[in-house]
Structure formats: C-alpha cells, structure tokens
C-alpha cells in the first residue's frame, strides 16, 4: 500500500500540512493519472482542491485553464485514512498467546495421528480376530463330526459286541 500514488499523496500532504493548498505535481510525472487520483481522494472526502488560475483569456475561448493538477490540502479524514493504513504493533497478550497457540495446535494435531494410527490398528485387530473366529468354526465343526463320528463308532462297535453274543 506504500507503494501507491494515493499513499505518496496523503502522506505527502500530511507531512507538509501548514494550513494551505500544497502543489503535488513534483510527486508523479503523469499528470493524468495525478489527476485520477486527486480526483479519487477528493471524492472520498480525503482532500480539498484548489485550481490553478488560468489566464483570463482562457475561460472565455473554452480552453483547458492549465495543464497542472490542482494543489491539495489534506483533511482530517485523510489524515485518519493515512492512520489507519499504518502498521499496528502487536499487543502483549497476542504475543504471549501465539505460541501457545502452536503449541497446542501441533500437539493436537499429533494427538489426531496417533489416535487415527490406532483405530487403523483396531481395525487390523478387529480383522484379525474375525478371522480367526472363521477358523475356528471350521474347527469347530469338525470337532464337532469328529465327535459325532466317535459315538457312531462306539454305536456301532456296540451293536457288533451284542450281535456277537447273539
């Protein structure tokens, strides 16, 4: 924003502000857009103009009395504007807080990750002992016939021993 015409004028102004209109031309060589940003300031209520005088002969042929822009004077407004534009210091609290702020926030976000890496380690648990509970249905079951198996066996291994003694 420094670097800006409106800048240099207000500041300008302000800096040479004795009461009167101040010639601004030596700030910018463009006198057109000199102009535009005169005319910007003093339609923002920034700054007074006053118009050079043209030559007497001038207003009434209808010629453009001067090829200079107007003198200025800054108004309280501008002056505000120009404050305002300035950089503000930071207060002690905000310093004091700022790091703590990085702090917590860097921590908080280690916290995420390592809550977020053990529910993906949840997870693969949560996987794995599925899985095993599949296999050991199978087991399970074949337990199970292997059991069923036994009794038949031992069924059958009795009804031979009774008809043997038949």
């Given at each position: 924003m420094k670097k800006t015409l409106e800048y240099k004028i207000l500041k300008y102004l302000s800096?040479?502000?004795?009461g009167t209109c101040i010639d601004v031309s030596a700030i910018e060589n463009n006198s057109d857009f000199l102009k535009s940003v005169i005319k910007d300031l003093k339609e923002r209520n920034f700054i007074e103009t006053l118009e050079y005088p043209g030559k007497p002969m001038e207003k009434f042929v209808g010629i453009i009395p001067s090829d200079k822009?107007?003198?200025c004077k800054i108004k309280l407004s501008g002056i505000e504007y120009l404050e305002s534009l300035k950089p503000q210091p930071i207060p002690k609290y905000q310093k004091?807080?700022?790091?703590?702020?990085?702090?917590?926030?860097?921590?908080?976000?280690?916290?995420a990750y390592l809550n977020y890496s053990s529910n993906n380690k949840n997870?693969?648990?949560?996987?794995?002992?599925?899985s095993l509970k599949n296999v050991s249905r199978i087991y399970k079951d074949s337990v199970g016939l292997l059991k069923l198996q036994v009794k038949l066996y031992k069924h059958q291994?009795?009804?031979?021993?009774?008809?043997?003694?038949?």
């Open positions: 800096e040479n502000n004795n822009p107007a003198k004091i807080y700022l790091p703590l702020f990085i702090v917590f926030g860097i921590s908080t976000m280690t916290f997870e693969i648990l949560k996987f794995e002992v599925d291994s009795l009804i031979d021993t009774l008809e043997n003694k038949n």
